[in-house]
């Protein structure tokens, strides 16, 4: 195992517990706490919220793409995670000292820059760390990197809202700025156990726009324009989610706070990595070996019954009946599973498929299936607006709409998988170099 995995794993957990206990807030924040200038509430309405928020999401896995041309052809990876990472604290400390609409328009520009940037870079840095005799370990990694996103996400969830309510908006905030200090030194105290792809310059140039480079690119973004619908309806979660939760009975052992049931889809992945990894692929391959295209394939249509649901619960509030919290762990089970299918699968998936010079473009690249579902959402919230704050897609109509949407990806994706042919590119083996 290479030596530099576990600062990278410490980064990865610390990081996502700055982002995810910033994010799974906003909503809340921005619904009951947003202030102006003058000291005065200034809150926004639920569609509004929605739309914020999903805008903020589609610009957080926009920038991967900028991330990654700067990484892969100028800085390499390691100075591009550094830099950005400065970027990234200076966000979480303007949201903790400015809670009106412009120290929130700034203070999240300034996170998607920095989360953004680096996202591709750390997947691909992790990869990088591999040559073709530990090749095999691969999956294990990306799943430990990706446990360790979830208990970061987890840890963040439980305590953000109680931090808001008790203590208001700078220290809900500030506290994820700490922990992204944090990432960044993890990050940092690693530098000289790395083993560090130079940038590719010319070379990268030329290698994204060979007739391999292109190939590659091309027949990527097709299983990516499929997922964006998955993405579409996976970070509702923090957004009509929340808002329902915050209409149901939430008295289940203790009383939860609206945003606090997020906790179970990190929680659930802790759960589900082993389980599927021992239990469920291993039971599949018996009688259906699963290619990455089929985990896929079964992730998206999973998505769809995880709308159904909550659609269900929509109309059970809208005919006055009171409805326990409880019933969204039904919900979470489902889109976690499809998440343990398509998000950890795509991730490995994209960096075997990328030519060796261009594995964070093709990151970003995988990121920005993010962005469209995230920028589809944020569209579909502003166009269903009337003028008089009431919806188009009222009550069960919303979540019916998305898991329409998700059917009709699903079934078109099945003569994808079936079609593509895959290519793995592993990097050779390299001695580590410390940064210049």
Request: include cysteine; charged fraction near 15%; proline fraction near 5%.
């Amino acid at each position: 195992m290479p030596p530099g995995i576990p600062y990278i794993v410490a980064n990865e957990g610390a990081e996502r517990y700055s982002f995810y206990g910033m994010r799974a807030i906003l909503v809340i924040f921005m619904t009951k706490f947003l202030m102006n200038a003058q000291g005065e509430l200034d809150v926004m309405t639920d569609e509004q919220a929605k739309t914020w928020f999903h805008g903020f999401v589609t610009a957080v896995y926009f920038f991967p793409i900028l991330g990654a041309i700067i990484s892969d052809a100028f800085l390499g990876k390691y100075r591009t995670i550094m830099t950005l990472s400065i970027v990234y604290c200076l966000g979480h400390l303007t949201l903790a000292i400015d809670d009106t609409r412009a120290g929130l328009a700034l203070g999240l520009g300034l996170i998607a820059v920095g989360s953004g940037g680096i996202k591709p870079c750390v997947s691909a840095h992790v990869g990088d760390q591999f040559g073709r005799t530990n090749s095999h370990l691969l999956p294990k990694v990306f799943g430990w990197f990706y446990f360790s996103i979830n208990v970061g996400a987890l840890a963040s969830i439980l305590f953000a809202e109680p931090l808001l309510h008790r203590f208001g908006a700078s220290v809900a905030f500030g506290v994820p700025g700490v922990l992204m200090a944090i990432a960044t030194f993890a990050f940092w105290m690693g530098r000289n156990t790395f083993v560090h792809v130079p940038p590719g310059g010319v070379a990268f140039l030329r290698e994204l726009f060979s007739r391999e480079g292109l190939k590659a690119l091309a027949k990527l973004f097709i299983i990516y324009a499929f997922i964006a619908m998955f993405w579409a309806l996976f970070d509702q979660q923090g957004s009509a989610w929340v808002l329902q939760a915050a209409r149901m009975d939430r008295r289940f052992g203790i009383e939860w706070d609206p945003s606090q049931a997020q906790w179970l889809n990190p929680a659930l992945v802790l759960l589900f990595i082993p389980l599927f990894n021992r239990v469920v692929y291993p039971v599949f391959d018996r009688f259906w070996p699963l290619t990455p295209l089929r985990k896929i394939s079964m992730g998206l249509f999973l998505t769809v019954f995880a709308f159904v649901l909550p659609a269900w619960v929509e109309a059970r509030l809208d005919a006055g009946e009171s409805v326990n919290i409880s019933w969204q762990l039904g919900g979470y089970i489902l889109i976690t599973a499809a998440e343990i299918l398509v998000s950890i699968t795509a991730l490995e998936f994209s960096y075997t498929q990328a030519p060796k010079k261009m594995k964070s473009l093709v990151m970003g690249a995988f990121l920005m299936s993010v962005s469209i579902g995230n920028l589809f959402t944020a569209g579909v919230n502003y166009f269903i607006q009337n003028p008089d704050g009431t919806s188009k897609l009222e009550g069960p109509s919303y979540y019916l709409f998305f898991a329409g949407a998700m059917a009709v990806t699903a079934i078109l994706f099945v003569p994808v998988a079936v079609w593509y042919k895959e290519q793995a590119y592993i990097q050779d083996e390299a001695p580590s170099e410390s940064p210049q």
